[in-house]
């Protein structure tokens, strides 16, 4: 069974830094894309950075310059280094994999538990 976790939530001060980590777990052929979602309390789930197999990124427009996200091929993982914090950041912070290649078979829109930040002013 493949899942993700992420880890690397917590507290922080405006202007801060987070690291976020999420890994796929399970017998893994290939993901091609990996996203980060946040949602807000009382918001929808928004997009906040999303990274392809070959390193493209996209940015949502309120996290472009303060927020990176990379990603590691070989350990099915990606991360989300989020500097220069504001209290709009607060949220829980899901992974995202829409297409998992697995031993058994194709796997879509993929989530994980989320994992929350909280930015303080």
């Known amino acids: 069974q493949v899942q993700l976790v992420e880890s690397g939530g917590g507290l922080v001060q405006a202007g801060g830094s987070l690291r976020l980590s999420c890994t796929a777990s399970?017998?893994?052929?290939?993901?091609?894309?990996m996203a980060w979602y946040r949602q807000a309390p009382g918001k929808q789930r928004e997009m906040v950075a999303d990274?392809?197999?070959?390193?493209?990124?996209v940015y949502a427009d309120s996290v472009k310059g303060r927020f990176t996200i990379s990603g590691d091929d070989a350990s099915h993982a990606v991360y989300l280094q989020m500097d220069s914090l504001k209290p709009e950041d607060t949220g829980v912070y899901y992974c995202?994999?829409?297409?998992?290649?697995?031993?058994?078979?194709?796997?879509?829109?993929?989530w994980g538990q989320g994992t929350r930040v909280t930015v303080s002013s």
């Open positions: 990274i392809t197999r070959g390193g493209s990124t």
């Open positions: 399970g017998i893994i052929f290939g993901i091609n894309q």
């Open positions: 995202h994999a829409p297409i998992i290649a697995t031993s058994r078979g194709i796997r879509y829109d993929n």
